[in-house]
């Protein structure tokens, strides 16, 4: 059974950074896509980052591009969203997500077949 449990979400002020996990149990973690979306209040799911474990290559959002960074460890099964330069505008709850092959495309949430259950993240001005 996949499990997605994402971890280290929290309050920032803008400018700060903050690291989240994203620990995947129940499937061959090198061998799927995986991704980061978030969902701000009053708003639609967005993909933030996405990526396919076989080759590290990383998708961004616009937005977060050259901000936010993407990573994995197979060894851990762990997949890390590595969030700088923080705006307001970031707060949502952020979620993981996997999905099987194809990868392509990347960045649209209905394509992922399984989802952690979010952690918050707020950034004040």
């Known amino acids: 059974q996949v499990q997605l449990v994402e971890s280290g979400g929290g309050s920032v002020q803008a400018g700060g950074s903050l690291r989240l996990s994203c620990a995947a149990s129940g499937y061959t973690f090198s061998q799927y896509c995986m991704g980061w979306f978030r969902q701000a209040p009053g708003k639609e799911r967005e993909a933030v980052a996405t990526?396919?474990?076989?080759?590290?290559?990383?998708y961004y959002a616009d937005s977060v591009k050259g901000r936010f960074t993407i990573a994995q460890d197979n060894s851990k099964n762990t997949l890390y969203l590595q969030m700088n330069s923080l705006l307001p505008e970031d707060t949502a709850v952020y979620y993981c997500a996997a999905k099987t092959t194809p990868c392509a495309p990347f960045m649209i949430d209905s394509l992922y077949n399984y989802w952690g259950h979010g952690t918050q993240v707020t950034v004040s001005s």
């Open positions: 990526i396919f474990t076989g080759n590290s290559i990383p």
